[in-house]
């Protein structure tokens, strides 16, 4: 049977991942600030309260703490609850009960027990919002053990890891950036999955090999396709998911390759590039031609002017300023 597909973009494949996992299971619920709101979290609950009603599609007081530990409770009583925080950054208001209670709940329990619920980030880079409002906050989160976290960079996969979340019956964070909210994929109507885990290669290459993850992954394909006149053959690697990482396809990347750039919306110091760099070191640091090189935020806070945020964010021309340098000399370039 032929799988039915079509154009959407990124924020209504959202919805239909959530609209038919809700259609699907009586039990899965949405909880949050704005979720009423045709702006606050884009087209991602568009239509969703008047489908299911506010029993089941909550739109919350301004409190990141309460809503979290209502979704964890809700969890535990035997729903599936999605607690979405439009802007990222004030998730630390609820670091407590998802690092301390979510994240621990089955472990303290011997396994026995289950917290069947999402963390929705929403990440607001760029439109001078400035450093409160801006901040990819993926790397705190996998530093805790008990939690999964994703990042989905096209329209396909955040249909089908929101889903793949939802089914977990253990907590993830899923982490979105706006900035992907426009953009299109082919997505199939029937509902699936995108394995938790399990990374893919987007762009096949032999020169050097590029990690990313979220929005910097169509900016790496950009480079590659920049590169590509000049000889230099790139080979794009999206996570999909930071924890657990996908390390058997990062090694064999690189070992193809045998040179990393890594690509991270997030800050250098202690950050998700620094762990991969880690991971390679410690497998197949013999086989690379030249040291990793990181590409990452700056180590300052998100300015708030916007041609100040033009040199602050990562772009594909970073990225092929860094492969330029790593590879460029190597073959002549």
């Not at 029993?55 to 999605?82: C, F, H, K």
């Not at 630390?92 to 027990?113: Q, R, T």
């Not at 996998?142 to 019956?169: C, F, N, Q, R």
Request: aromatic content about 6%.
């Amino acid at each position: 049977m032929s799988i039915k597909t079509r154009r959407l973009t990124y924020s209504l494949a959202i919805n239909e991942a959530l609209t038919q996992m809700m259609e699907r299971d009586p039990s899965v619920i949405l909880i949050g600030q704005g979720v009423k709101s045709p702006w606050y979290v884009g087209n991602t609950a568009q239509g969703l309260i008047k489908k299911f009603g506010e029993q089941r599609v909550i739109d919350t007081p301004v409190s990141e703490n309460a809503m979290t530990g209502a979704a964890i409770g809700a969890s535990l009583a035997g729903m599936r609850a999605i607690a979405v925080h439009p802007r990222m950054d004030f998730m630390l208001y609820a670091f407590d009960p998802i690092v301390n209670e979510a994240a621990n709940w089955s472990y303290m329990n011997g396994g026995k027990v289950s917290v069947p619920v999402v963390f929705w980030g929403v990440i607001n880079r760029g439109g001078e919002q400035a450093a409160q409002h801006s901040q990819a906050l993926h790397a705190m989160f996998s530093h805790a053990p008990g939690l999964k976290v994703v990042m989905p960079s096209t329209a396909y996969d955040a249909k089908g890891l929101m889903v793949a979340a939802i089914e977990d019956d253990n907590p993830v964070v899923y982490v979105d950036d706006r900035w992907l909210y426009n953009t299109e994929d082919d997505v199939p109507e029937e509902l699936y999955s995108v394995p938790i885990g399990k990374g893919i290669v987007r762009r096949e290459g032999k020169d050097v090999s590029v990690i990313a993850s979220s929005y910097l992954v169509g900016e790496a394909v950009k480079a590659a396709s920049t590169l590509e006149p000049s000889g230099i053959d790139v080979e794009v690697v999206d996570l999909r998911t930071v924890k657990p990482l996908d390390v058997d396809l990062i090694l064999a990347s690189v070992e193809k390759t045998g040179r990393a750039v890594i690509v991270d919306p997030g800050w250098k110091m202690c950050g998700l590039a620094a762990e991969i760099s880690a991971v390679i070191s410690e497998n197949s640091i013999g086989c690379l031609k030249s040291p990793i090189r990181r590409v990452t935020l700056p180590d300052i806070p998100a300015p708030a002017s916007r041609s100040l945020e033009e040199n602050y964010y990562i772009s594909s021309r970073n990225i092929v300023d860094t492969i330029m340098q790593l590879v460029g000399a190597d073959l002549k370039i």
